[in-house]
């Protein structure tokens, strides 16, 4: 398999935010005036990344694929998110139906003073339907006569990108490929985390339960703690799991160092008085 076409199908695999993460990531690589755009601290006003001093804005969408019982139920999904977006961009929402000119303040935060938008991109983890086309065009040319157009011109682009598009829009080397794959690594953990049974926590429930005995006017805080151990637990065995069935070798090596660091640890405990102060120093 080619790299493009082996970056396309990582591409097409992950969702949410970790699609959005990548494509930014992507694009910072590739585009030297690529910004991805923070939503905090009151939303990114539409846009996930804007390049070109705020002359091209781009838009993410990463659908899971189990969101959807038919195709004709994704295409629907892609062609409402992305309308809904380019709704902030021109500054309009409905109102009883009825398309309105509203304020989007936060753009105005974003974009340098005086600029307007020429080409919008729509990036979208899965476009293997030209359906989705028609109702985002549309839209758009209705979007433009109602809007103000105060930050996006007139006569701006909107073009819709799967993963074979940014994949085979610029050149994809090994370092490339290796951090989607990590993306989609660190997703199948966490998925596999919410699925893993803890065997036989006694001992860790009954430290809680002193704690919480020792510090009553904690309660709360050592409930969110628990809760916040028992997740990471989780996630720490799923990874396990998870590098032992593909990385054997990098597993034994994990295994390896643990068991020096433990060893250190040990000894240094058993060297002094106050062994509780000495895991500071390894």
Not at 144 to 162: F, L, M, T
Not at 186 to 195: G, L, R
Not at 238 to 248: G, M, N, S, V
Request: contains cysteine; glycine residues 4%; aromatic residues 8%.
């Amino acid at each position: 398999m080619s790299l493009i076409r082996e970056y396309a199908r990582t591409l097409s695999q992950l969702t949410g935010n970790d699609f959005q993460a990548e494509v930014c990531s992507r694009l910072q690589a590739v585009i030297l005036s690529f910004q991805s755009i923070p939503a905090k601290p009151q939303g990114d006003a539409g846009l996930d990344g804007i390049s070109h001093n705020g002359e091209h804005g781009y838009c993410c969408y990463g659908p899971e694929p189990d969101e959807f019982k038919t195709a004709k139920d994704r295409e629907k999904a892609v062609a409402e998110k992305f309308k809904s977006d380019l709704r902030k961009l021109f500054e309009l929402d409905f109102d009883k139906r009825k398309l309105v000119r509203t304020e989007n303040t936060e753009i105005a935060t974003i974009l340098p003073d005086g600029q307007t938008i020429k080409h919008i991109k729509l990036i979208v983890n899965w476009f293997e339907s030209h359906r989705v086309l028609n109702p985002i065009s549309t839209a758009t040319s209705q979007y433009k006569q109602i809007s103000s157009c105060r930050y996006v011109d007139p006569g701006a682009s909107v073009v819709v990108w799967g993963p074979k598009d940014l994949a085979g829009s610029y050149a994809v080397d090994e370092s490339t490929i290796l951090r989607s794959r990590q993306r989609i690594f660190f997703k199948e953990v966490q998925t596999a985390a919410e699925h893993v049974e803890i065997e036989n926590p006694i001992n860790f429930g009954t430290k809680m339960a002193t704690l919480r005995e020792i510090r009553p006017q904690h309660v709360c805080a050592i409930e969110r703690l628990t809760a916040q151990f028992l997740g990471d637990w989780r996630v720490a065995l799923a990874f396990e799991r998870k590098i032992d069935e593909t990385l054997p070798s990098l597993h034994q090596s994990l295994e390896d160092s643990r068991r020096r660091i433990l060893q250190r640890v040990a000894q240094l405990m058993i060297c002094s008085d106050t062994p509780w102060a000495e895991p500071k120093t390894c």
